[in-house]
């Protein structure tokens, strides 16, 4: 096998769960089809699927093996269960929603994630799916972090450890690779390394209390992989980022931590790192470092070239390429196969489907917190806050959220970013049901914290307007905003977004649900 091709295994790149080249939502990072092609018969190892229906993701991982010349590493970011990417799958509550029970019970908070890591295996596994990447093993302690926020499973370090921990025992239990991820800890951040360099400023002392510990955990658990994180700790190496580091990835993890599974970077596309070396470099530091697997290089031409240029010229010894070469080999051979055909995997989807739909109703009813007595009395604005009103998944056109209010007289009025926030003037005369959808979200640069929503909700209350407040996401802001209410104010957190987590919100609120064919048409 020529030098070129055995580097081209440590590739992982991206691509579409769609089959067609213009359904992709984002073509700038997803490959098209004749590029896939390309480069898998060149001999890239690893792809990193993102969109599109469970049923396309079943007919695309086949597809893509098929124009394989190696077996592939297949992968997606569902830390939320395989339906948070794909369609028709099952979109659990996100990991946080343990961290309450936890705390109150741990043992049936264990139990639950190791339900959800069984869960998310089974049908990535049905599905095609080798490879999941979590869990979040980070420390969410860090109110204003912009990225991480519900998508880790604690926010003390003894809960992020046991929780991550039992979903990722469970999940490799099925056959599934697991990875721990974002090494060595990216919950006390307040920026975006999709954007920016975060810099985390503690001690080594404060790393292996908190940071480290679910990392520990993990390793001893026998995680498959361990994801790096892309952000500055100067207590470890000053100059580098750990991505980049051998201080950190090489000293720390594979000595001192004993791990011996696979490094993956972060996706190298980030601006975190493309700005700042540009992609053939970043892949070449990455793995000089100490990284065995290079996810979405920017260009992975670039990425290749700087690798094969670095074993060429010594940079890199022919013994370091062997050693990831083997660890690559080793991981696939803890990988159980999945159906033979889309059409299996699909019926295997299905006859799962009632007891994963019964799963997430636990994690969502053990997560739920309310107040006061309902139902907010209308008519009257049904006001709904969303990242983005023309695309936002938990929002289709018989959303809970939308329905259940206008049934009892609130008109929907939908606001995003775009549009900021509405002083309480512009929102007429009459009660206010308030929705507020936020939570952490990766290329958006903030944590959406409570301000200005604070202000909204002082002045609605100053003039007896709010009927009620519904907060889908983000625990930091309904912690920020529930002082402020009187106790008979109904108001419910979830954090939680999907249209199972509104109906239950809406429902604890007394909004019940009625039959609509609003939707149907002849």
């Given at each position: 096998?020529?030098?070129?091709?055995?580097?081209?295994?440590?590739?992982?790149?991206?691509?579409?769960?769609?089959?067609?080249?213009?359904?992709?939502?984002?073509?700038?990072?997803?490959?098209?089809?004749?590029?896939?092609?390309?480069?898998?018969?060149?001999?890239?190892?690893?792809?990193?699927?993102?969109?599109?229906?469970?049923?396309?993701?079943?007919?695309?991982?086949?597809?893509?093996?098929?124009?394989?010349?190696?077996?592939?590493?297949?992968?997606?970011?569902?830390?939320?269960?395989?339906?948070?990417?794909?369609?028709?799958?099952?979109?659990?509550?996100?990991?946080?929603?343990?961290?309450?029970?936890?705390?109150?019970?741990?043992?049936?908070?264990?139990?639950?994630?190791?339900?959800?890591?069984?869960?998310?295996?089974?049908?990535?596994?049905?599905?095609?799916?080798?490879?999941?990447?979590?869990?979040?093993?980070?420390?969410?302690?860090?109110?204003?972090?912009?990225?991480?926020?519900?998508?880790?499973?604690?926010?003390?370090?003894?809960?992020?450890?046991?929780?991550?921990?039992?979903?990722?025992?469970?999940?490799?239990?099925?056959?599934?690779?697991?990875?721990?991820?974002?090494?060595?800890?990216?919950?006390?951040?307040?920026?975006?390394?999709?954007?920016?360099?975060?810099?985390?400023?503690?001690?080594?002392?404060?790393?292996?209390?908190?940071e480290l510990a679910p990392f520990r955990s993990a390793i001893a658990g026998g995680i498959a992989?361990?994801?790096?994180?892309?952000?500055?700790?100067?207590?470890?190496?000053?100059?580098?980022?750990?991505?980049?580091?051998?201080?950190?990835?090489?000293?720390?993890?594979?000595?001192?931590?004993?791990?011996?599974?696979?490094?993956?970077?972060?996706?190298?596309?980030?601006?975190?790192?493309?700005?700042?070396?540009?992609?053939?470099?970043?892949?070449?530091?990455?793995?000089?470092?100490?990284?065995?697997?290079?996810?979405?290089?920017?260009?992975?031409?670039?990425?290749?070239?700087?690798?094969?240029?670095?074993?060429?010229?010594?940079?890199?010894?022919?013994?370091?390429?062997?050693?990831?070469?083997?660890?690559?080999?080793?991981?696939?051979?803890?990988?159980?196969?999945?159906?033979?055909?889309?059409?299996?995997?699909?019926?295997?989807?299905?006859?799962?489907?009632?007891?994963?739909?019964?799963?997430?109703?636990?994690?969502?009813?053990?997560?739920?917190?309310?107040?006061?007595?309902?139902?907010?009395?209308?008519?009257?604005?049904?006001?709904?806050?969303?990242?983005?009103?023309?695309?936002?998944?938990?929002?289709?056109?018989?959303?809970?959220?939308?329905?259940?209010?206008?049934?009892?007289?609130?008109?929907?009025?939908?606001?995003?970013?775009?549009?900021?926030p509405w002083a309480s003037a512009g929102l007429g005369d009459g009660p206010v049901l308030l929705?507020?959808?936020?939570?952490?979200?990766?290329?958006?640069?903030?944590?959406?914290?409570?301000?200005?929503?604070?202000?909204?909700?002082?002045?609605?209350?100053?003039?007896?307007?709010?009927?009620?407040?519904?907060?889908?996401?983000?625990?930091?802001?309904?912690?920020?905003?529930?002082?402020?209410?009187?106790?008979?104010?109904?108001?419910?957190?979830?954090?939680?977004?999907?249209?199972?987590?509104?109906?239950?919100?809406?429902?604890?609120?007394?909004?019940?649900?009625?039959?609509?064919?609003?939707?149907?048409?002849?």
């Amino acid at each position: 096998m020529s030098l070129r091709r055995q580097l081209a295994e440590l590739l992982v790149l991206r691509c579409s769960g769609h089959q067609l080249d213009q359904q992709r939502r984002y073509p700038q990072w997803e490959l098209s089809n004749s590029e896939l092609r390309h480069w898998l018969s060149e001999g890239v190892g690893g792809v990193i699927l993102l969109g599109g229906s469970a049923a396309e993701l079943a007919l695309r991982c086949r597809q893509l093996q098929q124009w394989a010349r190696t077996p592939l590493l297949l992968c997606a970011d569902v830390e939320e269960g395989v339906g948070q990417r794909f369609d028709g799958a099952s979109w659990l509550a996100p990991p946080l929603a343990l961290a309450g029970l936890h705390r109150r019970d741990p043992a049936a908070a264990t139990a639950l994630a190791r339900a959800y890591g069984r869960c998310t295996a089974l049908e990535a596994r049905a599905l095609g799916l080798n490879w999941v990447l979590g869990p979040v093993c980070d420390v969410n302690n860090n109110p204003a972090n912009p990225v991480i926020n519900v998508r880790a499973w604690a926010e003390t370090a003894e809960s992020a450890a046991a929780l991550s921990q039992a979903f990722a025992g469970a999940l490799q239990s099925c056959g599934v690779l697991g990875c721990a991820k974002h090494f060595p800890g990216h919950g006390d951040t307040a920026s975006d390394s999709h954007l920016e360099l975060p810099l985390i400023p503690h001690g080594r002392q404060r790393l292996d209390a908190v940071e480290l510990a679910p990392f520990r955990s993990a390793i001893a658990g026998g995680i498959a992989a361990v994801m790096t994180a892309h952000l500055l700790l100067p207590e470890l190496d000053a100059a580098r980022p750990a991505t980049l580091s051998a201080a950190v990835l090489q000293q720390l993890l594979r000595q001192e931590l004993g791990f011996e599974g696979l490094v993956v970077t972060d996706a190298l596309v980030m601006e975190a790192i493309t700005s700042r070396y540009g992609a053939g470099e970043a892949a070449a530091l990455a793995f000089e470092a100490g990284a065995d697997l290079i996810l979405m290089p920017a260009d992975a031409g670039a990425a290749l070239d700087a690798l094969e240029e670095g074993c060429r010229s010594g940079r890199f010894s022919p013994q370091r390429l062997q050693q990831s070469l083997a660890r690559r080999r080793a991981a696939l051979t803890r990988t159980q196969p999945g159906p033979l055909t889309a059409q299996e995997g699909l019926d295997q989807l299905a006859a799962l489907a009632p007891q994963h739909q019964k799963l997430n109703q636990q994690l969502l009813s053990c997560s739920l917190e309310c107040q006061g007595q309902g139902p907010p009395t209308g008519p009257g604005l049904n006001l709904i806050r969303v990242d983005n009103s023309l695309q936002c998944p938990a929002l289709p056109l018989q959303a809970p959220a939308l329905l259940r209010p206008t049934q009892a007289g609130f008109q929907p009025r939908l606001m995003d970013d775009l549009a900021g926030p509405w002083a309480s003037a512009g929102l007429g005369d009459g009660p206010v049901l308030l929705q507020l959808f936020v939570r952490g979200n990766p290329f958006r640069g903030n944590s959406d914290g409570g301000t200005p929503w604070r202000a909204l909700v002082e002045s609605l209350l100053a003039e007896q307007r709010l009927a009620g407040l519904v907060i889908y996401g983000s625990p930091y802001l309904w912690r920020e905003l529930k002082p402020l209410l009187p106790k008979a104010l109904p108001a419910v957190y979830s954090p939680a977004q999907m249209p199972a987590a509104q109906a239950l919100a809406l429902q604890a609120m007394g909004l019940e649900g009625a039959s609509d064919d609003s939707g149907f048409t002849d």
